[in-house]
């Protein structure tokens, strides 16, 4: 059965730092590439980080470059997301996505969410 556990969400104050990690179970870890999403009040799901399964190639959205930063255990079948200098518009909740791709599919699984709000 897969899983993708998150934790590490929470309340934070402008400019401070939280850490989420995501536990992942049921599948093989190091050939999925790996992807923090997140989803605010009335807004579209948005892609926030990716890290791919092969080396350490990763991706940001703009708005958390030099912020943020993806990383992966494929020892531990955990991916994390540092989260530094954290703005009210970051207020959302994140989603851990396992993605691969086939000759014929894609395979594609998700967690649960955790909040994290950024709020004085």
């Known amino acids: 059965q897969v899983q993708l556990v998150e934790s590490g969400g929470g309340l934070v104050q402008p400019g401070g730092s939280l850490r989420l990690s995501c536990a992942a179970s049921?599948?093989?870890?190091?050939?999925?590439?790996m992807s923090w999403y997140r989803q605010a009040p009335g807004k579209e799901r948005e892609l926030v980080a990716r890290i791919f399964s092969f080396g350490t190639m990763t991706n940001y959205v703009d708005s958390v470059k030099g912020r943020f930063t993806i990383s992966r255990d494929n020892a531990k079948n955990t991916v994390s997301l540092q989260m530094n200098s954290l703005k009210p518009e970051d207020t959302a909740v994140y989603y851990c996505?396992?993605?691969?791709?086939?000759?014929?599919?894609?395979?594609?699984?998700w967690g649960q969410g955790t909040q994290v709000t950024v709020s004085s």
């Open positions: 996505n396992a993605r691969q791709f086939s000759a014929t599919r894609i395979y594609e699984y």
């Open positions: 049921g599948f093989t870890f190091s050939s999925y590439d």
